[in-house]
């Protein structure tokens, strides 16, 4: 009868060690399982900072080019308050009588056209007669020079 105790004991020690290691394994399945999961879940994660990097890229590009159009546009600024400024400065000896109202704009007629033509041409006429009695008087020099 000992000897049936003992092999009862070692069957049941034998079942007892058969449901551990059938234990182990299904903890090791759901292990892999976890890891696997993990696996997944990782490249999931590495793509989407991927694509969040990609987007800053994208962002910092762009505020790049803000940035350039708000120089640009600072520049425009001044240039146009130089503008602003020096078309002050031209128009503001003229007065205007705010009770008359606006002076109507006259139109140019063919025989104010013709005075300013005349006076261009006279213009051109007094700068070719400058140059040419320089030219006279600078060969007068030169005939003084060669018969002395």
Same mark, same amino acid.
């Given at each position: 009868? !000992?000897?049936?105790?003992? +092999?009862?004991?070692?069957?049941?020690?034998?079942?007892? =060690?058969?449901? !551990?290691?059938? %234990?182990?394994?299904?903890?090791?399945?759901?292990?892999?399982? #976890?890891?696997? $999961?993990? @696996?997944?879940?990782?490249? &999931?994660?590495?793509?989407?900072?991927?694509?969040?990097?990609?987007? #800053? !890229?994208?962002?910092?590009?762009?505020?790049?080019?803000?940035? @350039?159009?708000?120089? $640009? =546009?600072?520049? =425009?600024?001044? +240039?146009?308050?130089?503008?602003?400024? *020096?078309?002050?400065? #031209?128009?503001? /000896?003229?007065? !205007?009588? &705010? %009770? $008359?109202? /606006?002076? /109507?704009?006259? &139109?140019?007629?063919?025989?104010?056209?013709?005075?300013?033509?005349?006076? +261009?041409?006279?213009?051109?006429?007094?700068?070719?007669?400058?140059?040419?009695?320089?030219?006279?008087?600078?060969?007068? *020099?030169? =005939?003084?020079?060669?018969?002395?």
């Amino acid at each position: 009868m !000992i000897q049936f105790q003992t +092999s009862t004991k070692a069957t049941k020690l034998v079942s007892d =060690a058969g449901h !551990i290691i059938n %234990d182990v394994v299904v903890s090791v399945q759901q292990v892999t399982e #976890l890891i696997s $999961e993990i @696996a997944v879940a990782s490249r &999931e994660q590495n793509s989407g900072v991927e694509e969040m990097n990609k987007a #800053l !890229i994208q962002l910092e590009s762009v505020t790049q080019q803000n940035a @350039a159009m708000v120089e $640009e =546009a600072a520049a =425009a600024t001044m +240039s146009f308050q130089t503008e602003a400024n *020096r078309l002050y400065e #031209l128009v503001s /000896p003229f007065k !205007i009588d &705010e %009770d $008359e109202g /606006p002076v /109507p704009v006259r &139109e140019e007629t063919s025989q104010d056209e013709d005075h300013r033509i005349t006076a +261009s041409c006279h213009s051109r006429a007094r700068t070719q007669a400058s140059c040419c009695h320089k030219q006279i008087r600078s060969r007068g *020099r030169v =005939a003084g020079i060669l018969t002395r």
